[in-house]
């Protein structure tokens, strides 16, 4: 019975697993911007404590299976930026401490497909051309959330163009969509349903990325911040 109730907590992907159910914290339990209004928001679905706690986490995972390698980390932004930010602070912590270290130098490209809350055929990458730097490297892409993988399949592409020498993935977050990644990142957060998330860096239509936690937009905040 313990098995099969830890199971259930770990998804394929093997990221935390958030229920289909899962209804979310009421908001008022949480601090948040005051210019966002209560009507924007459905609920806090994962809460920043948790948030770093399952980064500290990756950390360590990271850093036993990469540790004393040299690896370039790929920043996917925008939504990418703040958990790109708090992985390298912890695995910055661990090569003070741990037995294994990690080298590491940071890059940024970004990728954009969304208009609103749908995913576009029309992806923009802003700074491929500067990509022939990781040819020969080993590179560990940090994206904030992965549904489709539309957007991460296209920088695969992208990337073995310039021959690597090896090609990892961390997603903070994953979708399960029947649409969705036939290969799963490797190391991954948090598994969730498919509903429109933001904040901790991650936008719709380049607002919200000021919350600190990880939130459910409602109806009335897509309506209020269409373009």
């Known amino acids: 019975m313990a098995d099969g109730g830890a199971s259930q907590l770990v998804g394929k992907s093997g990221?935390?697993?958030?229920?289909?159910?899962?209804?979310?914290?009421p908001l008022q339990l949480f601090s948040y911007p005051e210019h966002y209004s209560p009507e924007d928001l459905e609920c806090?679905?994962?809460?920043?404590?948790?948030?770093?706690?399952?980064i500290e986490r990756l950390a360590c995972t990271i850093m036993d299976d990469l540790g004393d390698h040299d690896i370039v980390l790929l920043c996917v932004l925008k939504g990418g930026y703040q958990f790109c930010s708090d992985l390298v602070e912890?695995?910055?912590?661990?090569?003070?401490t741990s037995e294994k270290s990690l080298p590491m130098r940071v890059a940024f490209i970004r990728l954009h497909s969304y208009l609103n809350d749908q995913s576009t055929e029309d992806l923009q990458i802003v700074g491929a051309e500067d990509l022939s730097t990781?040819?020969?490297?080993?590179?560990?892409?940090?994206?904030?959330?992965?549904?489709?993988?539309?957007?991460?399949?296209?920088?695969?592409?992208h990337i073995e163009v310039f021959q690597p020498k090896m090609v990892k993935v961390t997603g903070l977050l994953v979708k399960r969509i029947p649409s969705g990644m036939e290969t799963l990142p490797d190391y991954v957060g948090f598994e969730i349903?498919?509903?429109?998330?933001?904040g901790y860096a991650l936008d719709y239509n380049e607002y919200f990325r000021d919350l600190s936690h990880i939130?459910?937009?409602?109806d009335t905040g897509k309506k209020k911040y269409k373009i």
């Open 215 to 218: 939130c459910v937009i409602s």
């Open 90 to 96: 912890f695995i910055k912590a661990l090569n003070r």
């Open 134 to 157: 990781l040819r020969g490297k080993n590179i560990l892409i940090v994206e904030g959330i992965v549904d489709t993988g539309k957007t991460m399949k296209a920088l695969m592409k």
């Open 44 to 54: 806090v679905y994962i809460p920043h404590g948790i948030i770093m706690d399952r």
């Open 15 to 25: 990221g935390i697993v958030i229920p289909d159910d899962w209804p979310g914290y």
């Open 193 to 198: 349903p498919n509903r429109f998330v933001v």
